[in-house]
């Protein structure tokens, strides 16, 4: 499925990208403000903690999409 593998990088055991978890915080809250990416874990039965379960949106998806289309822009 489409952007599977950006949710499956995020998702894998709290995986925080290479980053320290304050850094990490600052642009995931940064990429869901501009609804690149949603947290699906809001709802999730047991409180899931904020930003845990993190899917890109189809916005995103198209953001990408454009990027990868003009890399050099």
Known sequence: AEGRG???S?????DLLGFD????????QDLVSKSLLYDDSVGVYG?????TYLKITPFGEGFLEFIERFPDQ
């Open 6 to 8: 950006a949710e499956i």
């Open 10 to 14: 995020l998702n894998h055991k709290r």
């Open 21 to 28: 978890e304050a850094k990490y915080l600052f642009y995931v």
């Open 47 to 51: 409180g899931a903690k904020a930003y």
